[in-house]
Protein backbone atom coordinates (compact mmCIF):
# COMPACT_ATOMS: atom_id res chain seq x y z
CA UNK A 1 0.00 0.00 0.00
CA UNK A 2 3.23 1.93 -0.07
CA UNK A 3 2.03 3.55 3.76
CA UNK A 4 5.86 2.84 5.07
CA UNK A 5 6.51 6.33 4.84
CA UNK A 6 3.33 7.85 6.96
CA UNK A 7 3.55 4.91 9.49
CA UNK A 8 4.05 7.56 12.30
CA UNK A 9 2.02 9.98 11.32
CA UNK A 10 -0.96 11.50 12.52
CA UNK A 11 -4.36 10.07 10.33
CA UNK A 12 -6.29 12.97 11.06
CA UNK A 13 -9.93 14.74 11.08
CA UNK A 14 -11.09 16.44 8.53
CA UNK A 15 -11.94 20.23 8.78
CA UNK A 16 -10.35 19.66 12.67
CA UNK A 17 -7.14 18.02 12.77
CA UNK A 18 -4.53 18.65 9.13
CA UNK A 19 -3.02 14.58 8.76
CA UNK A 20 -2.58 12.41 5.85
CA UNK A 21 -3.29 13.28 2.64
CA UNK A 22 -6.63 11.97 0.47
CA UNK A 23 -4.78 8.82 -1.52
CA UNK A 24 -3.22 7.87 1.52
CA UNK A 25 -6.39 8.09 3.62
CA UNK A 26 -8.11 6.04 0.74
CA UNK A 27 -5.12 3.62 1.06
CA UNK A 28 -5.23 3.46 4.55
CA UNK A 29 -9.19 2.75 4.22
CA UNK A 30 -8.58 0.05 1.99
CA UNK A 31 -5.86 -2.26 4.48
CA UNK A 32 -8.07 -1.97 7.04
CA UNK A 33 -10.82 -3.60 5.68
CA UNK A 34 -8.30 -6.76 3.99
CA UNK A 35 -6.81 -6.85 8.01
CA UNK A 36 -9.29 -9.44 8.91
CA UNK A 37 -8.46 -11.84 5.55
CA UNK A 38 -12.08 -11.62 4.22
CA UNK A 39 -13.11 -14.48 1.80
CA UNK A 40 -15.49 -11.78 0.05
CA UNK A 41 -14.44 -8.23 -0.89
CA UNK A 42 -16.36 -5.58 -2.41
CA UNK A 43 -14.84 -2.47 -3.81
CA UNK A 44 -16.45 0.57 -4.19
CA UNK A 45 -14.30 2.60 -6.95
CA UNK A 46 -11.00 1.98 -4.59
CA UNK A 47 -8.71 3.75 -7.37
CA UNK A 48 -11.17 6.76 -7.18
CA UNK A 49 -8.96 9.41 -6.32
CA UNK A 50 -5.31 8.20 -6.66
CA UNK A 51 -2.97 8.60 -9.44
CA UNK A 52 -2.06 5.78 -11.75
CA UNK A 53 0.72 4.01 -9.66
CA UNK A 54 -0.97 4.39 -6.52
CA UNK A 55 -4.36 3.05 -8.68
CA UNK A 56 -2.27 0.30 -10.15
CA UNK A 57 -0.73 -0.82 -6.56
CA UNK A 58 -4.15 -1.64 -5.33
CA UNK A 59 -5.30 -3.46 -8.16
CA UNK A 60 -2.36 -5.64 -7.73
CA UNK A 61 -3.35 -6.36 -4.19
CA UNK A 62 -6.88 -7.20 -5.12
CA UNK A 63 -5.41 -9.65 -7.94
CA UNK A 64 -3.19 -11.57 -5.26
CA UNK A 65 -6.26 -11.72 -3.02
CA UNK A 66 -7.74 -13.18 -5.88
CA UNK A 67 -5.29 -15.54 -6.90
CA UNK A 68 -5.26 -17.05 -3.32
CA UNK A 69 -8.72 -17.95 -3.58
CA UNK A 70 -10.98 -14.92 -2.45
CA UNK A 71 -13.95 -13.36 -4.92
CA UNK A 72 -12.92 -9.79 -5.44
CA UNK A 73 -15.52 -7.99 -6.43
CA UNK A 74 -14.44 -4.09 -7.46
CA UNK A 75 -16.17 -1.06 -9.45
CA UNK A 76 -13.54 1.24 -11.44
CA UNK A 77 -13.59 4.69 -12.10
CA UNK A 78 -12.03 5.56 -15.59
CA UNK A 79 -9.63 2.18 -15.50
CA UNK A 80 -6.25 2.60 -17.74
CA UNK A 81 -5.75 0.05 -20.07
CA UNK A 82 -3.20 -1.38 -17.49
CA UNK A 83 -5.59 -1.61 -14.85
CA UNK A 84 -8.61 -2.95 -16.82
CA UNK A 85 -6.12 -5.87 -18.40
CA UNK A 86 -5.95 -7.24 -14.62
CA UNK A 87 -9.66 -8.18 -14.23
CA UNK A 88 -10.53 -11.76 -15.02
CA UNK A 89 -13.84 -11.06 -15.74
CA UNK A 90 -15.95 -7.90 -16.57
CA UNK A 91 -19.54 -6.95 -16.06
CA UNK A 92 -21.30 -4.28 -18.11
CA UNK A 93 -24.46 -2.86 -17.13
CA UNK A 94 -26.83 -0.44 -18.95
CA UNK A 95 -30.63 0.82 -18.44
CA UNK A 96 -30.59 -1.79 -15.46
CA UNK A 97 -29.51 -4.58 -18.04
CA UNK A 98 -26.47 -6.81 -18.36
CA UNK A 99 -24.67 -5.80 -21.53
CA UNK A 100 -21.95 -8.21 -21.21
CA UNK A 101 -20.18 -10.89 -18.82
CA UNK A 102 -16.96 -12.91 -19.34
CA UNK A 103 -13.08 -12.56 -19.53
CA UNK A 104 -11.90 -9.07 -21.26
CA UNK A 105 -11.04 -11.43 -24.38
CA UNK A 106 -14.69 -12.53 -24.49
CA UNK A 107 -15.68 -8.83 -24.63
CA UNK A 108 -13.76 -8.02 -27.52
CA UNK A 109 -14.94 -11.12 -29.64
CA UNK A 110 -18.39 -9.75 -28.41
CA UNK A 111 -18.13 -6.35 -29.73
CA UNK A 112 -16.82 -7.22 -32.79
CA UNK A 113 -19.59 -9.74 -33.63
CA UNK A 114 -21.81 -7.16 -33.23
CA UNK A 115 -20.02 -4.99 -35.80
CA UNK A 116 -18.34 -2.71 -33.12
CA UNK A 117 -14.69 -3.78 -32.78
CA UNK A 118 -12.35 -2.03 -30.18
CA UNK A 119 -10.18 0.15 -32.43
CA UNK A 120 -6.26 -0.72 -32.18
CA UNK A 121 -4.37 1.61 -29.35
CA UNK A 122 -7.74 2.60 -27.70
CA UNK A 123 -8.19 2.09 -23.71
CA UNK A 124 -11.32 -0.70 -24.27
CA UNK A 125 -13.01 0.28 -20.88
CA UNK A 126 -13.13 3.86 -22.74
CA UNK A 127 -15.08 2.27 -25.58
CA UNK A 128 -17.17 0.13 -23.74
CA UNK A 129 -18.61 2.81 -21.97
CA UNK A 130 -19.26 4.74 -24.54
CA UNK A 131 -20.95 2.23 -26.32
CA UNK A 132 -23.46 1.99 -23.65
CA UNK A 133 -23.63 5.85 -22.47
CA UNK A 134 -26.89 7.65 -22.78
CA UNK A 135 -25.90 10.83 -24.95
CA UNK A 136 -27.35 13.74 -24.39
CA UNK A 137 -29.82 14.42 -27.65
CA UNK A 138 -29.22 11.40 -28.52
CA UNK A 139 -31.25 9.76 -25.88
CA UNK A 140 -33.47 7.28 -28.01
CA UNK A 141 -30.93 6.01 -30.77
CA UNK A 142 -28.33 5.36 -28.03
CA UNK A 143 -31.34 3.28 -25.64
CA UNK A 144 -31.91 1.61 -28.92
CA UNK A 145 -28.39 0.53 -29.33
CA UNK A 146 -27.96 0.15 -25.57
CA UNK A 147 -31.32 -2.41 -25.96
CA UNK A 148 -29.58 -4.07 -29.31
CA UNK A 149 -26.39 -5.22 -26.91
CA UNK A 150 -28.28 -6.43 -24.26
CA UNK A 151 -30.69 -8.28 -26.16
CA UNK A 152 -28.04 -10.19 -28.23
CA UNK A 153 -25.90 -10.78 -24.80
CA UNK A 154 -28.92 -12.63 -23.42
CA UNK A 155 -29.03 -14.49 -26.74
CA UNK A 156 -25.06 -15.02 -27.10
CA UNK A 157 -23.60 -18.69 -25.57
CA UNK A 158 -22.20 -16.43 -22.85
CA UNK A 159 -25.49 -14.61 -21.62
CA UNK A 160 -27.03 -18.33 -21.36
CA UNK A 161 -24.24 -19.90 -19.52
CA UNK A 162 -24.85 -16.84 -17.01
CA UNK A 163 -28.52 -17.18 -16.19
CA UNK A 164 -27.33 -21.50 -16.27
CA UNK A 165 -24.55 -20.73 -13.88
CA UNK A 166 -26.91 -18.62 -11.75
CA UNK A 167 -29.29 -20.90 -11.78
CA UNK A 168 -26.82 -23.62 -10.59
CA UNK A 169 -25.59 -21.75 -7.98
CA UNK A 170 -28.60 -20.84 -6.14
CA UNK A 171 -29.71 -24.34 -6.04
CA UNK A 172 -26.24 -25.04 -4.47
CA UNK A 173 -26.86 -22.00 -1.63
CA UNK A 174 -28.09 -23.75 0.53
CA UNK A 175 -25.56 -24.56 3.87
CA UNK A 176 -24.75 -28.14 4.57
CA UNK A 177 -24.56 -29.64 7.62
CA UNK A 178 -20.86 -30.18 6.75
CA UNK A 179 -19.95 -27.07 5.92
CA UNK A 180 -20.89 -25.43 9.71
CA UNK A 181 -17.86 -28.11 11.27
CA UNK A 182 -14.48 -27.64 11.24
CA UNK A 183 -12.24 -30.44 12.17
CA UNK A 184 -14.95 -32.42 13.68
CA UNK A 185 -15.74 -29.34 15.54
CA UNK A 186 -18.98 -26.98 15.08
CA UNK A 187 -17.49 -23.33 13.97
CA UNK A 188 -19.36 -20.61 16.20
CA UNK A 189 -17.21 -17.67 15.72
CA UNK A 190 -16.53 -14.95 12.87
CA UNK A 191 -13.83 -13.27 14.43
CA UNK A 192 -10.57 -13.79 13.41
CA UNK A 193 -8.30 -13.24 16.49
CA UNK A 194 -9.39 -14.52 20.25
CA UNK A 195 -11.03 -12.49 22.81
CA UNK A 196 -7.91 -11.65 24.76
CA UNK A 197 -6.16 -10.66 21.36
CA UNK A 198 -9.12 -8.38 20.78
CA UNK A 199 -9.10 -6.55 23.83
CA UNK A 200 -5.45 -6.18 23.81
CA UNK A 201 -5.09 -4.25 20.68
CA UNK A 202 -8.00 -2.72 21.09
CA UNK A 203 -7.48 -1.22 24.47
CA UNK A 204 -3.71 -0.02 23.40
CA UNK A 205 -5.56 1.31 20.00
CA UNK A 206 -8.05 3.33 22.43
CA UNK A 207 -5.27 4.37 24.58
CA UNK A 208 -3.12 5.88 21.58
CA UNK A 209 -6.67 7.55 20.04
CA UNK A 210 -6.97 9.11 23.47
CA UNK A 211 -3.11 10.77 23.89
CA UNK A 212 -2.81 11.63 20.10
CA UNK A 213 -5.50 14.37 20.70
CA UNK A 214 -3.81 16.08 23.52
CA UNK A 215 -5.67 18.91 22.92
CA UNK A 216 -9.47 17.64 24.00
CA UNK A 217 -7.73 16.40 26.84
CA UNK A 218 -6.14 19.82 27.96
CA UNK A 219 -9.54 21.96 27.27
CA UNK A 220 -11.65 19.47 29.32
CA UNK A 221 -9.56 19.97 32.42
CA UNK A 222 -9.10 23.64 31.92
CA UNK A 223 -12.92 23.63 31.64
CA UNK A 224 -12.73 21.73 34.74
CA UNK A 225 -10.37 24.17 36.26
CA UNK A 226 -12.39 27.30 35.10
CA UNK A 227 -15.65 26.32 35.97
CA UNK A 228 -14.06 25.61 39.77
CA UNK A 229 -12.72 28.86 39.94
CA UNK A 230 -15.96 30.90 38.98
CA UNK A 231 -17.70 28.75 41.82
CA UNK A 232 -15.50 29.45 44.11
CA UNK A 233 -15.38 33.61 42.86
CA UNK A 234 -18.97 33.25 44.04
CA UNK A 235 -19.49 30.85 46.84
CA UNK A 236 -15.87 31.77 48.54
CA UNK A 237 -15.45 31.32 52.46
CA UNK A 238 -19.07 30.31 53.65
CA UNK A 239 -19.86 30.48 57.29
CA UNK A 240 -21.90 28.50 59.47
CA UNK A 241 -24.83 30.46 59.17
CA UNK A 242 -28.28 31.08 57.59
CA UNK A 243 -27.21 32.44 54.57
CA UNK A 244 -24.38 29.76 54.23
CA UNK A 245 -26.59 26.93 54.95
CA UNK A 246 -28.47 27.87 51.80
CA UNK A 247 -25.00 28.74 49.67
CA UNK A 248 -23.80 25.54 50.80
CA UNK A 249 -26.68 23.82 49.82
CA UNK A 250 -26.96 25.62 46.19
CA UNK A 251 -22.99 24.70 45.90
CA UNK A 252 -23.63 21.09 46.24
CA UNK A 253 -25.90 20.64 44.08
CA UNK A 254 -24.09 22.94 41.31
CA UNK A 255 -21.65 19.92 41.81
CA UNK A 256 -23.91 17.78 40.78
CA UNK A 257 -25.27 19.95 37.69
CA UNK A 258 -21.75 20.51 36.52
CA UNK A 259 -20.35 17.03 36.71
CA UNK A 260 -23.29 15.77 34.68
CA UNK A 261 -24.04 17.86 31.97
CA UNK A 262 -19.98 18.22 31.57
CA UNK A 263 -19.82 14.23 31.44
CA UNK A 264 -22.50 13.78 29.51
CA UNK A 265 -21.68 16.00 26.61
CA UNK A 266 -18.37 15.05 26.77
CA UNK A 267 -18.93 11.50 26.06
CA UNK A 268 -21.88 12.02 23.34
CA UNK A 269 -19.86 14.10 21.25
CA UNK A 270 -16.40 11.20 21.37
CA UNK A 271 -18.99 8.26 21.43
CA UNK A 272 -21.21 9.00 18.49
CA UNK A 273 -18.43 9.87 16.38
CA UNK A 274 -16.64 6.38 16.72
CA UNK A 275 -19.79 4.59 16.32
CA UNK A 276 -20.11 4.72 12.55
CA UNK A 277 -16.33 2.93 12.74
CA UNK A 278 -17.27 0.70 14.82
CA UNK A 279 -20.18 -0.65 12.98
CA UNK A 280 -18.24 -1.26 10.08
CA UNK A 281 -15.18 -2.87 11.79
CA UNK A 282 -17.47 -5.10 13.73
CA UNK A 283 -19.24 -5.46 10.92
CA UNK A 284 -16.11 -7.13 9.36
CA UNK A 285 -15.27 -9.16 12.53
CA UNK A 286 -12.66 -8.16 13.37
CA UNK A 287 -13.57 -7.38 17.24
CA UNK A 288 -16.49 -8.20 19.41
CA UNK A 289 -18.79 -5.45 20.86
CA UNK A 290 -18.76 -6.45 24.67
CA UNK A 291 -14.21 -6.20 24.02
CA UNK A 292 -14.67 -2.61 22.08
CA UNK A 293 -17.06 -1.48 25.07
CA UNK A 294 -14.72 -2.45 27.70
CA UNK A 295 -11.55 -1.17 26.58
CA UNK A 296 -13.28 2.17 25.99
CA UNK A 297 -14.50 2.53 29.29
CA UNK A 298 -11.26 1.25 30.68
CA UNK A 299 -9.41 3.71 28.72
CA UNK A 300 -11.15 6.45 29.08
CA UNK A 301 -11.71 5.76 32.99
CA UNK A 302 -8.20 7.51 34.32
CA UNK A 303 -9.11 11.05 32.88
CA UNK A 304 -12.91 10.26 34.08
CA UNK A 305 -11.93 9.83 37.70
CA UNK A 306 -8.86 12.67 37.28
CA UNK A 307 -11.47 15.54 36.46
CA UNK A 308 -14.07 14.98 39.41
CA UNK A 309 -11.44 14.65 41.83
CA UNK A 310 -9.42 18.00 40.87
CA UNK A 311 -12.71 19.98 40.48
CA UNK A 312 -13.50 18.68 44.23
CA UNK A 313 -9.79 19.31 45.44
CA UNK A 314 -9.97 23.13 43.90
CA UNK A 315 -13.54 23.88 45.28
CA UNK A 316 -13.65 22.23 48.39
CA UNK A 317 -11.42 24.05 51.25
CA UNK A 318 -11.97 27.76 49.19
CA UNK A 319 -15.34 27.19 49.41
CA UNK A 320 -15.57 26.74 52.98
CA UNK A 321 -16.98 22.97 53.04
CA UNK A 322 -16.57 20.45 55.90
CA UNK A 323 -13.01 20.83 56.97
CA UNK A 324 -12.58 17.51 58.34
CA UNK A 325 -10.62 15.05 55.81
CA UNK A 326 -12.73 12.23 55.96
CA UNK A 327 -15.51 14.39 54.70
CA UNK A 328 -13.20 15.71 51.68
CA UNK A 329 -12.35 12.47 50.50
CA UNK A 330 -16.07 10.98 50.98
CA UNK A 331 -17.44 14.12 48.97
CA UNK A 332 -14.74 13.31 46.00
CA UNK A 333 -15.99 9.58 46.01
CA UNK A 334 -19.73 10.80 45.35
CA UNK A 335 -18.38 13.93 42.96
CA UNK A 336 -16.45 10.87 40.92
CA UNK A 337 -19.66 8.11 41.45
CA UNK A 338 -21.81 11.28 40.04
CA UNK A 339 -19.39 12.02 36.63
CA UNK A 340 -18.81 8.29 36.04
CA UNK A 341 -23.22 7.44 36.13
CA UNK A 342 -23.52 10.39 34.21
CA UNK A 343 -20.84 9.10 31.39
CA UNK A 344 -22.39 5.90 31.60
CA UNK A 345 -25.97 7.92 30.48
CA UNK A 346 -24.23 9.74 27.75
CA UNK A 347 -23.33 6.11 26.40
CA UNK A 348 -26.47 5.05 26.81
CA UNK A 349 -28.22 8.12 24.71
CA UNK A 350 -24.98 7.71 22.68
CA UNK A 351 -25.72 4.48 21.56
CA UNK A 352 -29.58 4.92 21.21
CA UNK A 353 -29.65 7.63 19.17
CA UNK A 354 -26.37 7.20 16.92
CA UNK A 355 -25.19 10.26 15.99
CA UNK A 356 -24.69 14.00 17.59
CA UNK A 357 -27.30 15.88 16.72
CA UNK A 358 -29.89 13.60 17.70
CA UNK A 359 -27.71 12.65 20.82
CA UNK A 360 -27.69 16.85 21.61
CA UNK A 361 -31.36 16.93 20.85
CA UNK A 362 -32.66 14.05 23.38
CA UNK A 363 -29.86 14.51 26.04
CA UNK A 364 -30.99 17.43 27.76
CA UNK A 365 -34.29 16.57 28.10
CA UNK A 366 -34.16 13.41 29.56
CA UNK A 367 -31.71 14.89 32.05
CA UNK A 368 -34.15 17.77 33.54
CA UNK A 369 -36.52 15.03 35.23
CA UNK A 370 -33.34 13.43 37.14
CA UNK A 371 -32.34 16.71 37.90
CA UNK A 372 -35.54 17.76 39.22
CA UNK A 373 -36.31 14.97 41.61
CA UNK A 374 -32.42 16.07 43.12
CA UNK A 375 -34.31 17.97 46.31
CA UNK A 376 -33.16 21.09 45.29
CA UNK A 377 -36.27 22.72 43.37
CA UNK A 378 -38.48 19.97 44.51
CA UNK A 379 -38.93 18.59 48.32
CA UNK A 380 -38.49 14.79 47.55
CA UNK A 381 -41.67 13.99 49.80
CA UNK A 382 -43.70 16.68 47.54
CA UNK A 383 -42.59 14.48 44.33
CA UNK A 384 -46.21 13.00 42.28
CA UNK A 385 -46.77 9.28 43.52
CA UNK A 386 -47.20 8.60 39.84
CA UNK A 387 -43.91 9.95 39.16
CA UNK A 388 -42.19 8.34 41.86
CA UNK A 389 -40.61 5.19 40.35
CA UNK A 390 -38.81 7.88 38.08
CA UNK A 391 -37.48 9.32 40.98
CA UNK A 392 -35.45 6.03 42.16
CA UNK A 393 -33.71 6.36 38.67
CA UNK A 394 -32.06 9.89 39.66
CA UNK A 395 -28.68 10.31 40.63
CA UNK A 396 -29.57 14.08 41.42
CA UNK A 397 -31.41 12.54 44.15
CA UNK A 398 -28.84 10.24 45.69
CA UNK A 399 -26.13 12.44 45.35
CA UNK A 400 -27.16 15.48 46.85
CA UNK A 401 -28.42 13.28 49.63
CA UNK A 402 -24.72 12.10 50.57
CA UNK A 403 -22.99 14.98 49.97
CA UNK A 404 -25.58 17.48 52.21
CA UNK A 405 -25.43 14.27 54.88
CA UNK A 406 -21.91 14.05 54.45
CA UNK A 407 -21.59 17.85 54.84
CA UNK A 408 -24.37 18.64 57.94
CA UNK A 409 -23.78 15.49 59.99
CA UNK A 410 -23.41 16.17 63.39
CA UNK A 411 -22.37 19.98 62.69
CA UNK A 412 -23.55 22.09 65.63
CA UNK A 413 -23.14 25.16 66.12
CA UNK A 414 -24.92 27.20 63.20
CA UNK A 415 -25.27 31.17 64.14
CA UNK A 416 -28.85 31.99 64.19
CA UNK A 417 -29.74 35.63 64.46
CA UNK A 418 -31.52 36.86 67.67
CA UNK A 419 -34.68 38.34 65.50
CA UNK A 420 -34.41 35.17 62.96
CA UNK A 421 -37.84 33.08 63.41
CA UNK A 422 -36.88 30.54 61.27
CA UNK A 423 -32.86 29.18 61.53
CA UNK A 424 -31.62 25.93 61.70
CA UNK A 425 -29.24 25.43 64.94
CA UNK A 426 -27.32 22.35 63.26
CA UNK A 427 -26.71 20.11 60.81
CA UNK A 428 -29.89 17.77 61.76
CA UNK A 429 -32.65 20.34 61.34
CA UNK A 430 -30.70 21.10 57.86
CA UNK A 431 -31.12 17.86 56.71
CA UNK A 432 -34.87 17.09 58.12
CA UNK A 433 -35.98 20.31 56.70
CA UNK A 434 -35.23 19.08 52.72
CA UNK A 435 -36.40 15.29 53.84
CA UNK A 436 -33.36 13.83 54.40
CA UNK A 437 -32.02 11.03 56.56
CA UNK A 438 -28.60 10.95 58.07
CA UNK A 439 -29.14 7.36 57.83
CA UNK A 440 -29.61 7.38 54.73
CA UNK A 441 -25.75 7.56 52.86
CA UNK A 442 -24.67 4.40 52.84
CA UNK A 443 -27.34 3.42 51.25
CA UNK A 444 -27.03 6.55 48.74
CA UNK A 445 -23.54 5.33 48.02
CA UNK A 446 -24.95 1.94 47.02
CA UNK A 447 -27.42 3.31 45.21
CA UNK A 448 -25.48 5.76 43.28
CA UNK A 449 -23.33 2.73 42.59
CA UNK A 450 -25.76 0.39 41.32
CA UNK A 451 -27.04 3.52 38.73
CA UNK A 452 -23.52 2.82 37.74
CA UNK A 453 -23.57 -0.53 36.44
CA UNK A 454 -27.45 -0.26 35.37
CA UNK A 455 -26.90 2.94 33.05
CA UNK A 456 -23.47 0.94 31.64
CA UNK A 457 -24.94 -2.21 31.03
CA UNK A 458 -28.33 -0.34 29.70
CA UNK A 459 -25.67 1.41 27.31
CA UNK A 460 -23.49 -1.98 26.52
CA UNK A 461 -27.12 -3.35 25.64
CA UNK A 462 -28.32 -0.58 23.56
CA UNK A 463 -24.43 -0.86 21.44
CA UNK A 464 -25.13 -4.63 21.63
CA UNK A 465 -28.96 -4.23 19.80
CA UNK A 466 -27.47 -1.63 16.97
CA UNK A 467 -24.41 -3.88 16.15
CA UNK A 468 -26.85 -6.84 15.49
CA UNK A 469 -29.60 -4.39 13.86
CA UNK A 470 -26.29 -3.61 11.80
CA UNK A 471 -25.06 -7.39 10.82
Not at 11 to 35: C, D, N, T, W, Y
Not at 275 to 295: A, C, I, K, Q, S
Not at 349 to 360: D, N, Q, Y
Not at 405 to 419: H, L, M, S
Request: hydrophobic share 45%; net charge neutral.
Amino acid sequence: MALRKCEHSIIGIPGRLKGISGGEMKRLSFAAEVLTNPPLLFCDEPTSGLDSFMALNVVQVLRAMAQTGKTVVCTVHQPSSELYAMFDKLLLMAEGRVAFLGTPEEAHEFFASLGAPCPRNYNPADYFIHLLAVIPGKEESCKQAIAMICDSFERSDLGVKMVVDSATMTADSECSESDIWINGRKRNSRYKASWFAQFKALLWRSWLSILKEPLLIKVRLLQTIMIALVLVAIYYGQELNQEGVMNINGVLFMFLTNMTFQNIFAVTHVFCSELPVFLREHGNGMYRTDVYFLTKTMAEMPIFIFIPILFTCVCYYLIGLNPEWNRFLTSCGIVTLIANISISFGYLVSCLSGSISMAMSIGPPLIIPFMLFGGFFLNINSIPVYLEWLSYLSWFKYGNEALLVNQWRNVTGIYCPVNSTVCPPNGHVVLETLSFSEENLPLDIISLFSLLVIFRLAAFLALLWRSSKQA
